[in-house]
């Protein structure tokens, strides 16, 4: 029997940073539920190849190219969805791209490179996908924050800023276009085993001291994190917004004593 309360059935899904890790997990997962879904991103050849991985037993992929850090390719992006589908009901905001090292070794280009994608990048999307919502008068944007969000991890300086600007662009947009029938929330993942993170958590300490500090004793998997996005775009939320849902294993619940108790 299908759940209207969480159903995504018939929606159209918009997701720059879908052809990989967890834009890709969550593209999925929307698929398979008969959303429409639309993914982004810079490169074509992994674009296409998650496009058809994905529509074997769903609802066809599509796929369009863009930079989010340029403003046309933004514009066609969501002219092309509008066009095609007529609406947009739901952005992940999930493209995003980090750089780890001690804070006075980034170069400037280093730090633009980041904040490009990550904060103005994510601005620039909701804006525009925004803009449409509003004339829709309905509409739902997912922003993919971070565990940085809660407390830095040494080494991420640049990623952990612009992730506090996605903090504030959720419950900014959420006081402002919820009058517009808009819904605005946010993802804030764990320590999640991604593709770019799969080398750093191979190493035995740095998977001993992620396990001590996550209550729930694990490394989380990108499929973790789609249960929250399907409920965060479903009626299951619909007087939800302007909230970060922190799937993280309870690692931000509090600090464990390094001596057994």
């Known amino acids: ?21 967890i834009g890709r997990a969550i593209a999925n997962e929307f698929a ?45 992006l969501v002219t092309y969805v509008v066009e095609r589908h007529g609406r947009i009901d739901t952005l992940i905001n999930v493209a ?26 994510a601005f ?3 804006q525009k996908v925004g803009q449409q919502l509003i004339k829709q008068k309905a509409g739902n944007i997912i922003n993919v924050d971070s565990l940085n969000t809660y407390a830095p991890l040494r080494g991420t300086t640049p990623y ?12 900014g947009l959420a006081n402002e276009w919820g009058r517009h029938g808009i819904r605005v929330n946010s993802i804030a993942p764990g320590f999640i085993i ?16 992620g396990k001590e500090n996550t209550p729930l004793e694990r490394l989380g998997e990108v499929s973790d994190l789609t249960g929250a996005a399907i409920f965060l775009a479903s009626q299951a939320s619909k007087y939800m917004t302007g909230q970060t849902i922190r799937v993280d294993g309870g690692i931000t619940s509090g600090f464990n004593w390094p001596i057994e108790l």
């Open 1 to 21: 029997m299908e759940d209207k309360l969480f159903s995504v059935k018939d929606q159209i899904v918009l997701i720059p940073g879908g052809s990989r890790g």
């Open 32 to 76: 398979v539920r008969d959303a429409r879904v639309i993914l982004a991103g810079r490169e074509e050849e992994t674009l296409k190849k998650t496009a058809s991985e994905i529509s074997e037993g769903a609802k066809p992929v599509e796929y369009f190219i863009c930079d989010i850090s340029k403003e046309s390719e933004i514009d066609a």
């Open 96 to 121: 995003g791209v980090n750089k780890r090292m001690k804070v006075e070794n980034y170069t400037t280009e280093e730090y633009d490179w980041i904040t490009d994608i990550n904060a103005r990048g």
């Open 124 to 126: 620039m999307v909701a």
């Open 160 to 171: 952990a800023m612009s992730k506090a600007s996605v903090l504030m662009l959720t419950r």
């Open 194 to 209: 991604t593709d770019l993170t799969r080398k750093v958590w191979e190493d035995k300490t740095m998977q001993a001291w």
